[in-house]
């Protein structure tokens, strides 16, 4: 079976947090999430994405969903 590329999701999150003026600790204490959650979605190396997570983000950075992440389509379809 050939192995399909459907693209990727980029996470913007580190692009908000400067934009905001924000490091992961201040992030972290805002969204009552873990510094290692926010590197990991900073380092675009989480797998799976949780919606609570999306949602504290999201109310942290006051920002939508489609700010903090996007789906980049395969150049070849």
């Not at 908000?16 to 924000?22: K, S």
């Not at 919606?51 to 395969?74: K, Q, V």
Request: contains cysteine.
């Amino acid at each position: 079976m050939e192995n399909k590329d459907y693209g990727t999701i980029r996470v913007n999150l580190d692009r908000l947090m400067q934009e905001r003026g924000l490091n992961k600790t201040k992030l972290s204490y805002m969204s009552e999430l873990t510094r290692v959650q926010i590197a990991k979605l900073c380092k675009d190396e989480a797998q799976r994405f949780d919606a609570g997570t999306l949602a504290r983000l999201c109310y942290a950075l006051d920002c939508s969903l489609s700010d903090l992440i996007e789906y980049i389509p395969p150049e070849n379809k």
